[in-house]
């Protein structure tokens, strides 16, 4: 069963940049498209990007500029490269398989705040 354990999120003024990774294990990583989540509560979790397995990457239009999904398959390892952050972007951050399944990680905060 795939387990992930997110890192990096962060208190970081506006403006300012965070790079979070997600380690994978319990899957063939280089098989599946990849995806980040984030969630505030009392809503509903968003997809933020996805990546797939030939390295293309989609994005939520208002993350889109200034967010970056990537990936290292030798290292079974996501990342997102957080740049000009708002704080709209404030969140619990997730990564999972995109579709998603039903396995979730502890998440990273990322609070985004002068």
Known sequence: QMQVVESGGGLVQPG???????????????????????????YQRE?????????????????KGRFTISRDNAKNTLYLQMDSLEPDDTAVYYCNRYPSINSWGQGTQVTVSS
């Open 16 to 42: 300012g940049s965070l790079r979070l990774s997600c380690e994978a294990s319990g899957l063939i990583f280089s098989s599946y498209d990849m995806g980040w989540y984030r969630q505030v509560p009392g």
């Open 47 to 63: 997809l933020v990007a996805v990546i797939t397995t030939g390295g293309t990457a989609t994005y939520l239009v208002s993350v």
